[in-house]
């Protein structure tokens, strides 16, 4: 009985159930909904919430009420940087791909310096750094299209790449095995855990907490510019405001997977999972004539409820 118990209580099993009904529920109300083309379109946009999400998940981790509000403002920029470096040309993608990733490390670092050496709490830190982004990108395109992705990049999204299955799907089964591997097969991954669970222990262990801190908001920043790179793919072009639409989205995606705000536990399966049943849902309330506005009451509405569920880690560690 207890184990059914504790099998009933799995994250990443409850996600599955949901996208399963969700699904089902899709396909009542508009026919066609979970045909096979359609679940690979929905995966195509699940991968794209799910690489910001992988930072976002490692940021979360870290514990210290750690949270990345600004990969919303790096996805965008960084799809404004690439456009316009590739131009439409695939012989810019080498190029694009590394000023992506040095913008999107830039400014996970200068989050993770704000956190650590001037103490200032995250979710200010970042919210900030998302005002200076959103201002960024006014003053250098003023909400105009930038720039143009190269017709190898969109296809490397959006057609069949291997076994019929975009590349940008196989780029995020490659996302996940190395956050398997960070997280569970690294000394960096355990010390993430360990200042999560207890920051003060962890420090007092000889674990170097302001590095990996950094290190973390780094990586979030890498993984949202990414993530950017291949949204102007999927997108062919870039608008200031493309990258808006994963800041909340990405912080449900962790929660839902099971880790908790408070960090220390968790991983990315469950990150993943839901990943895929946050755009299955987002799509069916479209379907149902759902405005921008109304999905977002729905997410936030969402994440509060997860919240009474996963989100009391820190208490129970007490």
Not at 60 to 84: F, K, M, P, Q, Y
Not at 146 to 170: D, Q
Not at 302 to 314: E, I, N
Request: proline share 4%; hydrophobic share 55%.
């Amino acid at each position: 009985m207890n184990r059914a118990i504790e099998i009933a209580k799995n994250p990443l099993l409850i996600a599955l159930v949901l996208i399963a009904a969700l699904l089902f529920l899709g396909n009542t109300l508009s026919p066609g909904f979970a045909s096979g083309g359609q679940i690979l379109r929905l995966l195509i946009v699940a991968a794209l919430l799910g690489i910001v999400a992988a930072g976002q998940n490692l940021v979360i981790l870290g514990g210290r009420e750690g949270i990345d509000l600004s990969v919303g403002g790096v996805v965008s920029l960084s799809a404004i940087v690439a456009g316009n470096v590739m131009n439409g040309m695939d012989g810019g993608i080498p190029l694009a791909i590394l000023a992506c990733v040095a913008t999107g490390a830039l400014f996970g670092l200068f989050n993770g310096l704000g956190v650590t050496l001037l103490r200032i709490p995250p979710l200010v830190m970042t919210l900030g750094m998302l005002g200076v982004l959103q201002g960024l990108l006014v003053v250098i395109r003023q909400g105009i299209p930038s720039g143009r992705a190269a017709p190898a990049l969109s296809e490397f999204v959006t057609k069949p790449f291997l076994l019929g299955l975009p590349g940008i799907i196989w780029l995020w089964i490659g996302v996940g095995l190395l956050m398997a591997f960070i997280l569970h097969r690294t000394v960096f991954g355990h010390r993430i855990y360990a200042i999560g669970s207890n920051e003060q222990a962890a420090f007092m262990a000889g674990v170097p907490v302001r590095r990996i801190r950094i290190a973390l908001f780094m990586l979030s920043g890498v993984f949202a510019a990414i993530a950017g790179l291949c949204l102007l793919g999927y997108s062919g072009s870039s608008f200031a405001n493309v990258g808006e639409q994963y800041m909340l989205p990405s912080i449900i995606a962790v929660v839902f997977g099971g880790t908790p705000l408070s960090g220390g536990r968790g991983g990315y399966t469950g990150t993943m999972a839901g990943a895929v049943l946050l755009v299955v849902l987002q799509s069916i309330l479209t379907t149902i004539n759902i405005d921008e506005s109304g999905r977002q009451m729905v997410f936030g509405v969402t994440l509060l409820v997860l919240m009474l569920f996963y989100g009391r880690g820190r208490g129970l560690r007490a």
